[in-house]
């Protein structure tokens, strides 16, 4: 069964507005994280944001926030007024367990391919 | 050079062949991790080491891959037999460890191609 599900292959958005990508996931374990990554066309894996299982706040790093819905499991990035350097592809992906038990492995969804169009 | 980084950036092999591919983690990260993309897919987790703890392999696909991490730095992940499927990117992290959720920094991926 699939851990990360993005549903999304692709998305084309207008330069300046906000776009939100989504992502849902399934787990048992109580103590879990979730992480968004982006990668451009040269290929590295840029961190955007993180939110862990107990955390009672929405995460947020500038133009990014995690729309993080528990009862629905699921955990949408949204970016505000997109610019053209956004387009990506953007992977969710969650850790399982915690960190002080050492888990640490990732698991990624397929990813969405973000265009923003000038 | 404050990143990981990973040689070679490319590698083109013949079927059959042994590879090694090197990771060289930010300096202090304990933890390192080995990473497959194959070609407009997400990232299937191999293997993953956390100083001198015994490694999580769960990830490994056959026991044609294996990995290794000397002096709890460089790591090297060897394919041996390459086979085309393992046509892939093959990305290497590293991360600090201590109970807070602290991100894992990626290198740049070295591109296998078994032809």
């Known amino acids: 069964a699939q851990k990360i599900t993005q549903t999304q292959p692709g998305m084309f958005v207008q330069e300046k507005e906000a776009v939100t990508l989504d992502c849902t996931y399934d787990?048992?374990?109580?103590?879990?994280?979730l992480f968004w990554y982006k990668q451009p066309s040269s290929g590295e894996m840029i961190f955007l944001i993180y939110?862990?299982?107990?955390?009672?706040q929405n995460a947020t790093e500038g133009r990014y926030s995690l729309n993080f819905q528990k009862a629905r499991k699921s955990a949408n990035l949204v970016i505000s007024a997109s610019q053209l350097g956004d387009s990506a592809m953007y992977f969710c992906?969650?850790?399982?367990?915690?960190?002080?038990?050492?888990?640490?492995?990732?698991?990624f969804g397929q990813g969405t391919r973000l265009t923003i169009n000038p | 050079g404050a990143g990981v980084s990973q040689s070679p950036s490319n590698k083109v092999t013949e079927k059959g062949k042994d590879v090694e591919l090197r990771c060289d983690p930010i300096?202090?990260?304990?933890?390192l991790y080995w990473y497959r993309q194959s070609l407009g897919q997400g990232l299937e987790f191999l293997i993953y080491?956390?100083?001198?703890?015994?490694?999580?392999k769960s990830g490994l696909p056959s026991d044609r891959f294996s990995a290794e991490r000397t002096g709890g730095s460089v790591s090297t992940l060897t394919i041996q037999r390459t086979q085309q499927e393992d046509s892939a990117v093959y990305l290497c992290?590293?991360?600090?460890?201590?109970?807070?959720?602290?991100?894992?920094?990626f290198g740049p991926g070295t591109r296998l191609t078994v032809t």
């Open positions: 992906a969650m850790r399982e367990g915690s960190f002080a038990q050492g888990a640490q492995k990732l698991v």
């Open positions: 939110q862990g299982s107990y955390d009672q």
């Open positions: 992290a590293s991360s600090l460890v201590g109970g807070v959720p602290y991100e894992q920094y």
């Open positions: 300096s202090g990260h304990t933890a």
């Open positions: 080491f956390q100083g001198n703890s015994a490694p999580d």
């Open positions: 787990t048992s374990d109580p103590s879990y994280g």
